[in-house]
Nanobody, 122 residues
Framework: VQLQASGGGLVQAGGSLRLACTAS??????MGWFRQAPGKERDFVAV????????HYAESVKGRFTISRDNAKNTVYLQMDNLKPEDTAVYYC??????????????????WGQGTQVTVSS
């Protein structure tokens, strides 16, 4: 299964961006997003679990980011509103079939997109 991410770019603080990630060749129970800032580890952002049609977010993005999924298109979206400079990072989409307790662990995901840069200026 391959993941292709799109979206991202440069936006001012308070602005919005939408990321998209399309899976080809198969699908996953969990499709989500991680981000990695320079010199930092890859951090969990959000995930959509198809089995329960549930969504989960990192505390830092709750209320500002929304993850959604179009099963017909095998695509997951990340709508990012009220962006802050600290949201600046490379965003990676990820697919996996892990259990709920492991959704924030990068090693539990089997496929990754190529990464897309999100830059928020102050």
């Amino acid at each position: 299964v391959q993941l292709q991410a799109s979206g991202g770019g440069l936006v001012q603080a308070g602005g919005s961006l939408r990321l998209a990630c399309t899976a080809s060749g198969g699908t996953f129970i969990n499709m989500g997003w991680f981000r990695q800032a320079p010199g930092k580890e890859r951090d969990f952002v959000a995930v959509h679990r198809r089995s329960a049609s549930s969504t989960h977010y990192a505390e830092s993005v709750k209320g500002r980011f929304t993850i959604s999924r179009d099963n017909a298109k095998n695509t997951v979206y990340l709508q990012m509103d009220n962006l802050k400079p600290e949201d600046t990072a490379v965003y990676y989409c990820a697919g996996g079939n892990g259990i709920l307790s492991a959704i924030t662990v990068p090693s539990m995901y089997r496929a990754w997109g190529q990464g897309t840069q999100v830059t928020v200026s102050s």
